[in-house]
């Protein structure tokens, strides 16, 4: 069965630091997500793309954060320079179709774990 | 502004036991999708159900039921026969209608002794 990949696992990095994280999506889906979840709290929206821009972002997508999707295949999550409370499981999914009445299952990878000391 | 609650933080039951997790929501959009999602201790999420707020009837899926009341806002979830393996935690969400954020409550650990 097809899946959502996210590289690393889990990523240990200093404060100030930039962090890429990565994901596969399935391969004939068109809308690409991040959220996060930090430790024992909800899983927050951070951010869409469609069509090689983002569509939708929440205000916790500053200025520091930033996606892409450089060859077809990997979709990323950049972080410039990251804090202590970027601390956090960010996942990355995808679905065939977007928002409305389209909106259906979105496929979650299983999250890469980003501590920021 | 949109917002789910799952007031239950954690439940215990032993195998073999019903279960119901609470979800309510808020929004002022007329069409809406609610959703639930499991997400077991390996952590990722797994999708277990979209419902479109125009669509009331009930569902059922093998042990797994979902009961929508637009009447109360809520759209709970029930295990029936729980077993070992359903202890995770589990996700309600909500979503507009022309938009693809989820809205997320703060999740429902379940927790299945045998």
């Known amino acids: 069965e097809p899946e959502v990949t996210q590289t690393p696992s889990h990523q240990v990095t200093q404060m100030g630091q930039e962090v890429i994280l990565r994901c596969v999506p399935i391969?004939?889906?068109?809308?690409f997500y991040w959220y996060r979840q930090i430790l024992g709290q909800k899983v927050e929206f951070l951010v869409s793309?469609?069509?090689?821009?983002?569509?939708?972002k929440s205000e916790i997508f500053d200025d520091q954060f930033s996606v892409e999707r450089p060859d077809g295949s990997n979709f990323t999550l950049k972080i410039r320079s990251t804090k202590l409370e970027d601390s956090a499981m960010y996942f990355c999914a995808s679905t065939k179709h977007g928002g409305g009445a389209e909106t259906g299952e979105l496929f979650f990878g299983e999250g890469s774990r980003l501590t920021v000391l | 502004a949109q917002k789910v609650t799952q007031a239950q933080t954690e439940i215990s039951v032993v195998e073999k036991e019903d279960v119901t997790l609470d979800c309510v929501y808020e929004t002022r959009d007329t069409t809406y999708y609610l959703f639930w999602y499991k997400q077991p201790p390996s952590g990722e999420l797994v999708f277990l159900i979209r419902?479109?707020?125009?669509?009331?009837q009930n569902e059922i899926s093998g042990r797994y039921s979902w009961n929508f009341q637009k009447s109360t806002s809520s759209f709970n979830f029930t295990i029936t026969a729980s077993q070992v393996v359903d202890s995770a935690v589990y996700f309600c969400?909500?979503?507009?209608?022309?938009?693809?954020?989820?809205?997320f409550g703060t999740g429902t650990r379940l927790q299945v002794f045998p």
């Open positions: 391969s004939n889906h068109l809308y």
């Open positions: 419902r479109n707020s125009f669509d009331e």
């Open positions: 793309f469609y069509n090689n821009e983002i569509s939708e």
């Open positions: 969400a909500l979503s507009a209608y022309n938009t693809d954020k989820l809205i």
